[in-house]
């Protein structure tokens, strides 16, 4: 019995706001004629099969293309729907759908229900579990909440009906999150609300389970039993993540016996995804060292190290490298990483010090003495304003000694932000009377605070 097992097509997806549509129709038809070729008795698609639950009118469209040729070459396909689909929308007319050898499994009340394939030795029986998304089924399934738990209830079911069919080799396709394997970055995560993932070990006894859900390929079937658990991966990358792994679908041949063997077939690549690091100079002059060199078919990522951000950047690199889709900034020496920047900027009480940070990431360099006094002259002015105490009592300039004063000043006294610019500094006489707010915030025992 030879099986080929593919998942999370993710129909209609986006690379980086790049449209995917015509190569995820390329790998369509490529799997159509690969599975023809190799003469497969049916395919599995574990899931995810669109990218969203209400998919667009075009990928709707490959989807049905894609499945009228497997129908039309008599190839039975089971298709579960993953956390990304729609499991109603996807299901619809699922039952009409299967005359033509289309098995669409989006229902509790299907995972018992196989689609019975037979070989030389005999029946395989083919089951597929849809995402369970424990809230919505357990009660069904007469589970607990979690995943382990709703899972087990579907392989206790689909126990049931092995032994009441007496048939010995079972497939079943889950889409679901395995302990111990390995995410990706273009995963949605499932295991929220204390949910949590599940143990391979409740497949035990089964021959061949195909999973979805993660996009890298890998093997968890962990050592014990025969049964065979394997994620097949997804057939493009969808982040530059990615750009390391060899995309593939496993083709799974199961003996009599019920020993099964996995091979991958490496998907078509659209195009290569590359990540190069460098100054804007070296990079557009193409230096190898670097890897700069031949990316002008590739995907693009672009971390440029200069400390001076340059002008008209995206325009400058696309000209080069067309397929230029996204580009980071870190400036080289001292890290500077979104996340170090946010931490840098928690640890700031000084508005002045907040300004030049501002100053540092838009420009690439430190604020000079210019910058500082112009800053601290600004600041220093809003400060002794009516408008600075507004601002300071509704968080945005922070003070190190200031909790808000909500009973003396109004926040939404001033109406925008050209209004406080215009009252900046007009009236000095304010800064007693702001300094006298402190000392009676600082006196009032209030310990709630805008600042944190
Ligand atoms: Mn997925």
């Known amino acids: 019995m030879r099986l080929l097992h593919t998942s999370d097509w993710h129909i209609g997806r986006t690379l980086y706001g790049e449209e995917l549509l015509t190569h995820q129709a390329a790998f369509l038809d490529w799997l159509l004629a690969e599975a023809i070729e190799r003469q497969v008795h049916a395919v599995v698609v574990a899931g995810d099969v669109y990218d969203r639950a209400v998919p667009t009118t075009d990928a709707v469209a490959v989807l049905d293309n894609a499945l009228r040729g497997f129908a039309a070459a008599r190839l039975p396909v089971l298709l579960t729907s993953g956390n990304h689909d729609s499991a109603v929308r996807l299901g619809f007319g699922s039952r009409l759908s299967e005359l033509a050898g289309v098995h669409l499994r989006t229902a509790v009340e299907d995972i018992a229900r196989p689609v019975l394939l037979s070989d030389e030795y005999g029946e395989v029986a083919l089951y597929g579990i849809p995402y369970l998304l424990p809230d919505a089924v357990m009660t069904d399934l007469g589970a607990e909440r979690s995943h382990a738990s709703v899972l087990a209830a579907a392989v206790r079911l689909i126990k049931t009906d092995t032994t009441e069919r007496g048939i010995g080799r079972t497939v079943v396709a889950a889409h679901a999150f395995i302990t111990g394997a390995i995410a990706s970055e273009s995963e949605r995560d499932i295991r929220v609300g204390g949910i949590g993932d599940a143990p391979a070990a409740l497949f035990a006894g089964l021959t061949y389970v195909a999973l979805g859900h993660l996009h890298g390929q890998q093997d968890v079937s962990g050592g014990g039993g025969r049964t065979t658990v394997r994620y097949c991966g997804s057939p493009l990358a969808f982040a530059f993540s990615e750009r390391h792994h060899h995309k593939s679908v496993t083709l799974a041949d199961i003996d009599g016996a019920g020993h099964?063997?996995?091979?991958?077939?490496?998907?078509?690549?659209?195009?290569?995804?590359?990540?190069?690091?460098?100054?804007?100079?070296?990079?557009?002059?193409?230096?190898?060292?670097?890897?700069?060199?031949?990316?002008?078919?590739?995907?693009?990522?672009?971390?440029?190290?200069?400390?001076?951000?340059?002008?008209?950047?995206?325009?400058?690199?696309?000209?080069?490298?067309?397929?230029?889709?996204?580009?980071?900034?870190?400036?080289?020496?001292?890290?500077?990483?979104?996340?170090?920047?946010?931490?840098?900027?928690?640890?700031?009480?000084?508005?002045?010090?907040?300004?030049?940070?501002?100053?540092?990431?838009?420009?690439?360099?430190?604020?000079?003495?210019?910058?500082?006094?112009?800053?601290?002259?600004?600041?220093?002015?809003?400060?002794?304003?009516?408008?600075?105490?507004?601002?300071?009592?509704?968080?945005?300039?922070?003070?190190?000694?200031?909790?808000?004063?909500?009973?003396?000043?109004?926040?939404?006294?001033?109406?925008?932000?050209?209004?406080?610019?215009?009252?900046?500094?007009?009236?000095?006489?304010?800064?007693?009377?702001?300094?006298?707010?402190?000392?009676?915030?600082?006196?009032?025992?209030?310990?709630?605070?805008?600042?944190?």
Not at 360 to 379: F, I, K, M, N, Q
Not at 408 to 435: C, K, Q, V
């Open 260 to 452: 099964v063997k996995t091979t991958k077939l490496a998907t078509p690549v659209p195009r290569r995804l590359r990540e190069v690091r460098g100054k804007l100079e070296d990079l557009l002059a193409g230096n190898a060292s670097i890897g700069a060199a031949d990316l002008a078919d590739a995907w693009v990522k672009v971390v440029l190290t200069d400390t001076v951000r340059p002008s008209s950047l995206m325009e400058r690199l696309r000209e080069i490298w067309p397929h230029t889709l996204v580009l980071e900034f870190e400036p080289e020496g001292e890290l500077v990483s979104s996340t170090a920047d946010l931490r840098r900027l928690k640890q700031s009480v000084d508005p002045v010090e907040i300004c030049e940070h501002f100053v540092e990431y838009t420009s690439g360099g430190p604020a000079d003495t210019g910058h500082r006094r112009v800053l601290r002259d600004v600041v220093e002015e809003l400060r002794g304003s009516e408008a600075g105490a507004d601002l300071a009592a509704s968080g945005v300039v922070r003070t190190s000694a200031d909790t808000p004063d909500t009973d003396t000043t109004d926040p939404a006294e001033a109406r925008s932000i050209d209004e406080w610019l215009e009252n900046a500094g007009r009236d000095g006489d304010r800064d007693a009377a702001a300094d006298g707010r402190k000392e009676r915030r600082a006196g009032s025992g209030r310990g709630d605070s805008a600042v944190a």
